[in-house]
């Protein structure tokens, strides 16, 4: 792999990165508004609907936060109705949750929006450049995740 010697252009892709942060963000902030969810809220329900037998650690490890604050976003999931939680049948230590009929129509509405969105800045790429795109943005998370391992 070849390392920059001089910083001739960490100004430059800091100035992309941090652009593309923000319409990210924004584009999260402005998605989610209308459910009265945030942004992690809706992306708890993702993982559950993506994988009903998550467990409290495994849902924690997979969104990248404290046990105790996956606990906190479910409880105020749980109490808005969006999902229940249970305990396992071999093992009543651990607890999972799952969407009720709320939570499922909620998190299918989010994925349609999401790939409705996707699907506009697919067809706003130049033609014949999409897997380029794909390509230069899969390396950069690859280049993320091994300049912070704790990260993701």
């Known amino acids: 792999m070849e390392n920059i010697k001089d910083d001739c252009c960490l ?40 994988n009903p037998h998550y467990t409290m650690q495994t849902l924690s490890d997979k969104m990248n936060l404290d046990k ?18 249970y305990k396992d049948q071999n093992d009543k230590r651990i607890v999972m949750a799952r969407l009720t009929d709320k939570g499922v129509q909620t998190t299918k509405s989010l994925e349609e929006s999401t790939k409705a969105y996707y699907m506009k800045i ?31």
Do not use: W
């Not at 942060?21 to 993506?50: M, S, W």
């Not at 790429?125 to 391992?149: C, E, H, I, R, T």
């Open 11 to 50: 100004e430059d892709i800091g100035q992309l990165i941090q652009n593309l942060v923000r319409v990210v963000q924004l584009y999260e902030r402005d998605e989610f508004k209308p459910y009265g969810l945030t942004t992690t809220q809706c992306y708890a329900l993702i993982h559950i609907n993506d």
């Open 68 to 85: 105790s604050t996956m606990t906190r976003i479910l409880n105020i999931l749980e109490r808005d109705g969006y999902l229940v939680r």
């Open 122 to 152: 697919v067809n706003n790429l130049p033609k014949g450049q999409v897997d380029d795109v794909l390509n230069a943005v899969s390396l950069m998370v690859d280049a993320f995740k091994k300049a912070n391992p704790k990260c993701c």
